[in-house]
């Protein structure tokens, strides 16, 4: 069982249609991230969660809205995406700046028509 | 800018063999990570090992080792006794960081391009 999970592992949605991707940890780590992986390109860090407050946003669009309710979930609303967004979506946490400490989800597969 | 490079698209070895998976990366700080992740068609991404800039022996993890080579600024994945099971995409990452946020801190990686390994019976 992985300590972090991620659902749903596959989503197609239209471009008018809102959904959430969710992530939840259970490794007690005080940070959590979103990544897009797209196809031929290197993962790209979209955001970071610091204890529930979001300090990083690298210039993702507002179609992309984070929430981080408490340090073990992290959901990412989606609303009028486009098809370039179809992408691998992963989640990933970690604690504190040591070590090997950070794993990732399973990752939540994105089609949009 | 952190930057890593991995320069085999796509990799092949037989069966029970050892390969090498390369990584290149740059950075001007002086403390830093380097991790590899295993990415099979499922999409997980799967931690395999880690080294840290001040470790001064290469890290090894069962049949993982990492070749690390600091002056050349390389840390290249070595795979002992390939296995069929081992045929996904390998991503070499480095953590930036510290930042502070909060009261905590916290890190961020950065990832090669990836390589496509290939395990042949």
């Known amino acids: 069982e992985t300590g972090v999970t991620q659902t749903p592992r596959h989503l197609v949605m239209g471009m008018t249609n809102k959904k959430s991707l969710k992530c939840e940890q259970h490794l007690g780590h005080n940070a959590m991230y979103w990544y897009k992986q797209s196809a031929k390109k290197p993962l790209e860090l979209m955001f970071v969660?610091?204890?529930?407050?979001?300090?990083e946003n690298n210039s993702v669009p507002s179609r992309f809205s984070p929430e981080c309710p408490n340090s073990s979930h992290l959901f990412l609303h989606l609303h009028t995406l486009q098809p370039e967004d179809s992408a691998l979506y992963l989640c990933?946490?970690?604690?504190?700046?040591?070590?090997?400490?950070?794993?990732f989800g399973e990752g939540s597969w994105l089609t949009v028509v | 800018a952190q930057k890593i490079t991995q320069t085999q698209p796509g990799m092949f070895v037989q069966e029970k063999e050892a390969v090498t998976l390369d990584c290149t990366y740059d950075t001007s700080d002086q403390s830093y990570g380097l991790f590899w992740y295993k990415q099979p068609s499922s999409g997980e991404m799967i931690f395999l090992i880690y080294?840290?800039?001040?470790?001064?022996q290469n890290a090894t993890e069962g049949r993982y080792s990492l070749n690390f080579q600091k002056a050349r600024k390389s840390a290249n994945l070595v795979i002992s006794a390939s296995q069929l099971g081992d045929s996904a995409m390998y991503f070499c990452a480095m953590r930036e960081g510290p930042f502070k946020a909060g009261g905590t801190s916290y890190g961020k990686l950065t990832f090669g391009q990836g390589t496509i390994l290939t395990v042949h019976p």
């Open positions: 080294q840290g800039s001040y470790d001064e």
């Open positions: 990933a946490s970690s604690q504190g700046f040591s070590g090997n400490t950070i794993y």
């Open positions: 969660y610091s204890l529930e407050e979001r300090v």
